[in-house]
């Protein structure tokens, strides 16, 4: 993983998924008063920098999982920072 | 999706603790309290003359069948640590299938055969030595595979002259071992299915997997570090979904055990019970959520929100979410707003509007 700063709403984002484990990007959405376009480009920045997963889910309303990784609770933790 | 009481829960065939069983355990220990109050019972000059002789006769007996004792507990000792060190995450359910208590009984058998062996040709031996030679040396000596002669610089077993004692035993012991795997086997596969069927979400499984080996004391941390990587490939988008909430639930089971799988059961039926529904517990929160996002569009979402919530700045919020966006679709922005409006709103309000609508 290379060094990444995270900007406030990835921020916001990774401490959500962290407080509230794995859920859809619509939660994440709503549970950080992020506009659910804006949440899939943060979502997708942060999975490609391998901080979250993002993965197809049927049984989500918006078909889709995203989760923290454990590398991303080490950089949050201040770990690797 | 069937409801079975939690007193029903059983994961396939297992050796049963049966009545008789229960029975036949507290007839042994009375027995047992008996043989050990008659050989200590005080002889006074009160004490009925019968009772002398029947010590005697009772000591005697004790005396006689107690190496046997002895060396059968050994003998059980050794093949329950076998039995615990091969199936280390099932240990328990290892040990209650049927293939496991014939393996027990068959060790118990071959050290007390063994003993009756030793006393018949070794007469002269000291009777501690001849337990203490049995209980631990037969169980080595059928372990054991004995080289006698290697080819000088020879790898492996090639080129050797070797006498296998362990050979039987070895043939024995993987036949057990296959047995009891194929039960737990049998238990493993019905325990994974109850667990999608009562948690159907692959974030709840997975939250459950992680806190699971989150919550494991025995693990060192290279080993909870390396189980949360193999949880965290599982969520690979390219795992077809059935295969990676299949495999989470496995995970859940092997790093909780089957009781605690069973725990999780049993909670999930007390949500899903119509008491708990009543009570409007998170089940019922993710059947509204579907139920707003099936029976409302975008701008009645919106409306529903300007109804609804006494904040400006969260039907502002709302009204944001429902524009059209390039990097969203229209099932992501209904989500979003299903999530929120149940946030901010609670359920009991989003439940009578519903209502209402459908009477409409």
Redesign the interface.
Same mark, same amino acid.
């Given at each position: 993983m290379k060094r990444f700063e995270l900007e406030e709403e990835e921020r916001k984002v990774l401490q959500t998924l962290a407080k509230r484990?794995?859920?859809?990007?619509?939660?994440v959405?709503?549970?950080t008063?992020t506009?659910?376009?804006?949440?899939?480009?943060v979502l997708r920045e942060l999975s490609s920098a391998g901080f979250v997963?993002?993965?197809?889910?049927?049984?989500?309303?918006?078909?889709m999982?995203v989760?923290i990784?454990?590398q991303a609770r080490g950089y949050l933790n201040g770990s690797l920072a | 999706m069937a409801v079975t009481p939690p007193d029903e829960m059983m994961f396939g065939r297992r050796t049963k603790i049966t009545r008789g069983m229960k029975i036949g355990a507290a007839l042994s220990l009375l027995l047992l309290a008996a043989l050990i109050t008659i050989i200590v019972f005080p002889i006074t000059a009160t004490t009925p003359a019968w009772v002398e002789p029947l010590q005697t006769n009772v000591y005697g007996f004790m005396a006689r069948i107690s190496p046997y004792i002895l060396v059968g507990l050994l003998g059980s000792t050794v093949a329950i640590a076998e039995l615990v060190s091969t199936f280390q995450t099932y240990p328990r359910e290892a040990l209650r299938t049927r293939w496991a208590w014939i393996l027990i009984a068959v060790n118990v058998v071959a050290a007390m055969i063994a003993l009756v062996v030793v006393r018949v040709t070794m007469t002269e031996m000291n009777p501690s030595l001849q337990i203490l030679s049995v209980g631990v040396g037969f169980q080595a000596i059928i372990r054991t595979r004995f080289v006698l002669a290697k080819r000088i610089g020879g790898d492996g077993e090639e080129g050797e002259v070797a006498l296998n004692l362990g050979w039987l035993y070895d043939q024995f012991q993987n036949l057990a071992r296959t047995q009891i795997d194929l039960e737990l086997m049998n238990n493993r596969r019905t325990a994974v299915t109850r667990l999608l069927d009562y948690y159907?979400?692959?974030?709840?499984l997975?939250?459950i997997a992680?806190y699971t080996i989150t919550a494991r004391a025995t693990l060192t941390r290279e080993q909870e570090?390396q189980r949360? $990587?193999d949880l965290?490939k599982l969520?690979?988008?390219k +795992?077809p979904?059935n295969f990676?909430k299949s495999s989470i639930a496995l995970m859940i089971l092997e790093n909780g055990g089957q009781a605690y799988v069973e725990l999780l059961l049993t909670q999930a039926m007390q949500n899903l019970s119509p008491e708990a529904m009543a009570m409007g517990k998170p089940s019922s929160a993710d059947k509204l959520?579907?139920e707003l996002?099936e029976n409302y569009s975008l701008p009645e979402m919106v409306t529903l929100a300007e109804k609804l919530c006494t904040s400006d700045k969260a039907v502002t919020?709302v009204r944001? $979410?429902a524009q059209p966006?390039?990097?969203?679709n229209t +099932?992501?922005?209904?989500?979003?707003?299903?999530?929120?409006l149940v946030?901010q709103i609670g359920l009991e309000p989003l439940q009578k509007a519903l209502a209402e609508r459908g009477r409409e």
């Open positions: 484990g794995a859920m859809s990007p619509s939660e959405a709503a549970e008063w506009l659910p376009g804006k949440t899939l480009t997963l993002l993965r197809d889910d049927t049984n989500s309303p918006d078909g999982l989760a990784t454990s | 159907p979400s692959m974030a709840e997975y939250d992680w570090d949360k $990587a965290e969520l690979d988008p +795992a979904e990676a959520l579907w996002i919020y944001d $979410a966006d390039p990097q969203a +099932a992501n922005q209904k989500a979003t707003i299903a999530h929120f946030q």
